[in-house]
């Protein structure tokens, strides 16, 4: 079965200091990622995806996500967090199945401490 | 650019009342439509999705159903609430030749 898995429900990270939010997925074929953000009682933002190429791709208010396709792995990650950047964080993958649909993990929420 | 809107932001209604969620995108063409539902500010639940007028696909059975009427305009309804239906529903669009899924506002459901 394809599926994303994001196995913190929460991850706690200092301000200025680097932060990852892991991801990892199980899909059949070459996987299209993507990472969202979420703020309180919003819609899902977009934030980065990898279709191919790099595997090192950057995206919106200084992230980036690292595709590691021997681990089957789409970690996002920050050089320096901010306070806010404190929300909850999606991985998805894109799956086939009748049309285009998105397979989503179950969330990170990220707290950055002042 | 393209931009997706949902109404109402928050709405509270009793069990046995009616629903109507309503979505619309502009400037884009043929969008495939996604309506999904989020519990208790984790997980997203696809509920349907649409690749074109009056065609809807279900994902799970339940007591909700999805219309189609205008290329850009997608509308979630029930007939009868249930307590089970209180969430956030969020509709997401996408462009038929592009890889990334858009969201919408979200519409916040209180059932009591």
């Known amino acids: 079965a394809q599926s994303v898995a994001q196995p913190e429900d929460q991850v706690n990270v200092a301000e200025g200091n680097p932060l990852t939010v892991k991801c990892t997925y199980s899909?059949?074929?070459?996987?299209?990622l993507f990472w969202y953000v979420q703020y309180p009682n919003r819609g899902l933002q977009f934030l980065l995806k990898y279709i191919t190429g790099d595997n090192l791709v950057k995206g919106s208010y200084g992230f980036e996500a690292e595709f590691n396709k021997s681990q089957t792995s789409f970690h996002l990650k920050k050089p320096s967090a901010l306070v806010s950047d404190s929300a909850l964080y999606f991985c998805a993958v894109r799956v086939h199945s009748g049309t285009y649909k998105y397979i989503f993990g179950t969330g990170t929420r990220l707290k950055v401490l002042a | 650019s393209q931009t997706i809107h949902q109404w109402p932001a928050t709405l509270v209604q009793p069990v046995g009342s009616p629903l109507s969620l309503e979505c619309t995108v502009e400037g884009t063409s043929n969008p495939n439509l996604y309506w999904y539902r989020q519990a208790a500010g984790r997980g997203l639940q696809l509920l349907f999705y649409?690749?074109?007028?009056?065609?809807i696909s279900s994902e799970v059975p339940q007591n909700l159903s999805a219309s189609r009427p205008q290329d850009r305009q997608f509308i979630l309804s029930s007939k009868k609430l249930l307590l089970s239906d209180s969430g956030f529903y969020l509709c997401?669009?996408?462009?038929?030749?592009?890889?990334?899924?858009?969201f919408g506002p979200g519409t916040r459901l209180l059932v009591l």
């Open positions: 899909v059949s074929g070459n996987p299209y």
């Open positions: 649409s690749v074109g007028i009056g065609q």
């Open positions: 997401a669009w996408r462009g038929q030749s592009q890889e990334t899924q858009y």
